[in-house]
């Protein structure tokens, strides 16, 4: 089953085409890596799936239903489609538990008591319960990313986007992140992940875009484009990777 | 310490045949430097000693301390001045709350986004160029002595109401500057999560980024309370009686300013606490930032 389809999609920032006609689909619990140099149009592409920011032509389409429709309403997008920053983005006077419940209670209704037993039930599911009443600035920086990923799963949503969720982190906290992604893979999440962490999205994504330029250059499954890439402008950016050493 | 070690001199010598004993750290850190104080405390006194000496010898000097120094018209005028005083201080309060509410909703017009908000955002800007380019005491003047005489019924005609009016009106114009600045501070980062956690625009400011922009303004805030403090005596040209009022009708009475210094003491006392409070405030607002290091 289909779960997000990217339909030629176009975005401009002034003259600039950043995204340029994009084809994507997205099965139901299938992990897409999007990797590339930045400025590639990444990160855009993903905060247009929820509508972060507003794209210039082709459509975005969640279940069938183009992401704009008046069906969702409001804030009904948001529910179904989390987003995690690669600079957490923790609300700094709210707690741990404050932070998660802050969107299911005032957006979505839920009454205190339930919001704050759910919060906990996912707290302890990725072993974070002794978090539940410190302030962001008391966590590591891989606690404050780990506790944005439960504040989006909070609200159920069925796709996950996560946006270089380690790329402000010390390489020591990074695991403790990358374990949570695996957790969530593993409990059938649909998640599309930016990362420059070339070895985590040939470990857990079922497929991998090369973007630049605004466009998908090449897609495929992580073995075959790590390891045998098609296109000339793929090879040539994991030439670069790996030089670096950072496959 | 080991570089002590390595050039032994007649200070470092001294050090060794003092007293204390070897495992105690070298004090030395801790001396007070006397020098530099006793240089501020002699070059106080000889500038304000100069002053006070010239003004002194001044022929009119005699004159001058009857009419504004004197301590029986002192004594005499600081019931009422006091009372008067106690009149600023409730002013002065319920324009804090007053400004505090009107500003944060002017901010509210200024920032909210959308072509829904263009008229309220259109005003907010107005506004704030109106109030802060006309005078305090001016606004004062029209409210206090126009709307009264405008005799609309069923509106107060104090002045006192009209002059906490224009206060009001006019500092909220600077207030609602300041709180701008706080929001305009906080990350966009904090937005975007908002936003992305389906928090509208209204629910976004109340719960994501209002409590941490007024946070990163407090200090500023207090500093125009501090200012706002002075400025109530200027309800005093329209005749209400604070401290400033009272004290010029005690000196029409009597034709001696003292009056006028109990009132400027009275401000001193409440004002000097207020602003060291606000440093106090600024002091540990900067040290928490650096800190709190980037989010």
Same mark, same amino acid.
């Given at each position: 089953m289909t779960r997000v389809v990217v339909d030629r999609l176009t975005k401009f920032f002034g003259e600039k085409r950043v995204l340029d006609g994009i084809d994507l689909s997205i099965g139901a619990h299938e992990v897409v890596a999007l990797i590339g140099a930045s400025g590639s149009g990444k990160s855009t592409l993903l905060r247009c799936i929820n509508r972060l920011v507003d794209f210039d032509a082709g459509r975005i389409l969640l279940d069938g239903v183009s992401i704009d429709h008046d069906s969702f309403g409001a804030n /009904?997008?948001?529910r179904r489609i989390g987003i995690v920053f690669q600079?957490?983005? *923790?609300?700094?006077?709210?707690?741990? *538990?404050q932070n998660i419940t802050l969107a299911p209670r005032k957006v979505h209704g839920v009454p205190r008591r339930e919001a704050e037993e759910a919060a906990r039930g996912l707290l302890a599911m990725f072993g974070m319960s002794e978090c539940i009443s410190q302030y962001p600035e008391q966590l590591s920086g891989g606690q404050q990313q780990? &506790?944005?990923i439960i504040r989006s799963l909070a609200t159920n949503p069925d796709v996950l986007l996560l946006?270089? &969720?380690? /790329?402000? *982190?010390d390489p020591e906290l990074i695991g403790e992140v990358l374990r949570i992604i695996r957790d969530l893979k593993d409990k059938g999440m649909t998640? &599309?992940?930016?990362t420059h962490e070339m070895g985590f999205a040939r470990d857990v994504s079922d497929r991998v875009c090369y973007l630049e330029g605004g466009r998908i250059i090449e897609d495929g499954p992580p073995r075959e484009l790590f390891s045998r890439p098609q296109h000339p402008r793929t090879q040539?950016?994991?030439?670069?990777i790996i030089a670096a050493g950072r496959l | 310490m080991s570089s002590g070690d390595s050039s032994p001199g007649p200070r470092n010598g001294a050090d060794r045949s003092g007293a204390a004993a070897p495992a105690r750290p070298p004090r030395r850190q801790r001396e007070i430097s006397w020098l530099p104080i006793l240089v501020s405390i002699a070059s106080v006194v000889v500038v304000f000693g100069t002053i006070a000496h010239f003004v002194a010898r001044s022929e009119q000097w005699p004159r001058i301390k009857r009419q504004f120094f004197n301590w029986d018209a002192m004594v005499e005028s600081f019931p009422d001045v006091l009372r008067g005083f106690w009149l600023n *201080?409730?002013?002065?309060v319920i324009?804090?709350?007053s400004i505090g509410t009107w500003a944060l909703l002017l901010t509210l017009f200024r920032v909210l986004r959308g072509p829904l908000f263009a008229p309220l955002r259109v005003f907010a800007i107005v506004y704030v160029d109106l109030f802060r380019g006309i005078p305090a005491l001016l606004l004062v003047v029209l409210f206090a002595f126009g709307i009264p005489a405008l005799r609309i019924p069923n509106l107060p005609s104090s002045a006192l109401f009209w002059g906490i009016v224009a206060m009001t009106l006019s500092y909220s114009a600077y207030a609602t500057e300041v709180y701008r600045s706080g929001i305009d501070a906080v990350h966009d980062g904090q937005r975007a999560a908002a936003k992305a956690l389906g928090l509208t625009q209204l629910q976004a400011l109340r719960y994501a980024i209002l409590p941490q922009a007024i946070r990163n303004v407090v200090p500023a805030l207090l500093n125009l309370a501090v200012a706002l403090q002075k400025d109530v005596a200027l309800l005093s040209v329209v005749g209400v009686r604070d401290a400033v009022r009272e004290a010029q009708i005690y000196m029409n009475q009597t034709f001696n300013y003292s009056s006028y210094l109990v009132a400027a003491a009275l401000f001193l006392v409440t004002t000097i606490p207020l602003a060291r409070f606000v440093d106090y405030l600024t002091r540990r607002d900067r040290e928490r930032r650096l800190q709190g290091g980037m989010i």
């Amino acid at each position: 089953m289909t779960r997000v389809v990217v339909d030629r999609l176009t975005k401009f920032f002034g003259e600039k085409r950043v995204l340029d006609g994009i084809d994507l689909s997205i099965g139901a619990h299938e992990v897409v890596a999007l990797i590339g140099a930045s400025g590639s149009g990444k990160s855009t592409l993903l905060r247009c799936i929820n509508r972060l920011v507003d794209f210039d032509a082709g459509r975005i389409l969640l279940d069938g239903v183009s992401i704009d429709h008046d069906s969702f309403g409001a804030n /009904g997008l948001y529910r179904r489609i989390g987003i995690v920053f690669q600079s957490f983005n *923790l609300f700094p006077h709210l707690s741990v *538990l404050q932070n998660i419940t802050l969107a299911p209670r005032k957006v979505h209704g839920v009454p205190r008591r339930e919001a704050e037993e759910a919060a906990r039930g996912l707290l302890a599911m990725f072993g974070m319960s002794e978090c539940i009443s410190q302030y962001p600035e008391q966590l590591s920086g891989g606690q404050q990313q780990r &506790v944005a990923i439960i504040r989006s799963l909070a609200t159920n949503p069925d796709v996950l986007l996560l946006d270089e &969720v380690t /790329g402000a *982190l010390d390489p020591e906290l990074i695991g403790e992140v990358l374990r949570i992604i695996r957790d969530l893979k593993d409990k059938g999440m649909t998640m &599309v992940i930016v990362t420059h962490e070339m070895g985590f999205a040939r470990d857990v994504s079922d497929r991998v875009c090369y973007l630049e330029g605004g466009r998908i250059i090449e897609d495929g499954p992580p073995r075959e484009l790590f390891s045998r890439p098609q296109h000339p402008r793929t090879q040539k950016f994991l030439e670069r990777i790996i030089a670096a050493g950072r496959l | 310490m080991s570089s002590g070690d390595s050039s032994p001199g007649p200070r470092n010598g001294a050090d060794r045949s003092g007293a204390a004993a070897p495992a105690r750290p070298p004090r030395r850190q801790r001396e007070i430097s006397w020098l530099p104080i006793l240089v501020s405390i002699a070059s106080v006194v000889v500038v304000f000693g100069t002053i006070a000496h010239f003004v002194a010898r001044s022929e009119q000097w005699p004159r001058i301390k009857r009419q504004f120094f004197n301590w029986d018209a002192m004594v005499e005028s600081f019931p009422d001045v006091l009372r008067g005083f106690w009149l600023n *201080l409730e002013i002065w309060v319920i324009c804090i709350v007053s400004i505090g509410t009107w500003a944060l909703l002017l901010t509210l017009f200024r920032v909210l986004r959308g072509p829904l908000f263009a008229p309220l955002r259109v005003f907010a800007i107005v506004y704030v160029d109106l109030f802060r380019g006309i005078p305090a005491l001016l606004l004062v003047v029209l409210f206090a002595f126009g709307i009264p005489a405008l005799r609309i019924p069923n509106l107060p005609s104090s002045a006192l109401f009209w002059g906490i009016v224009a206060m009001t009106l006019s500092y909220s114009a600077y207030a609602t500057e300041v709180y701008r600045s706080g929001i305009d501070a906080v990350h966009d980062g904090q937005r975007a999560a908002a936003k992305a956690l389906g928090l509208t625009q209204l629910q976004a400011l109340r719960y994501a980024i209002l409590p941490q922009a007024i946070r990163n303004v407090v200090p500023a805030l207090l500093n125009l309370a501090v200012a706002l403090q002075k400025d109530v005596a200027l309800l005093s040209v329209v005749g209400v009686r604070d401290a400033v009022r009272e004290a010029q009708i005690y000196m029409n009475q009597t034709f001696n300013y003292s009056s006028y210094l109990v009132a400027a003491a009275l401000f001193l006392v409440t004002t000097i606490p207020l602003a060291r409070f606000v440093d106090y405030l600024t002091r540990r607002d900067r040290e928490r930032r650096l800190q709190g290091g980037m989010i």
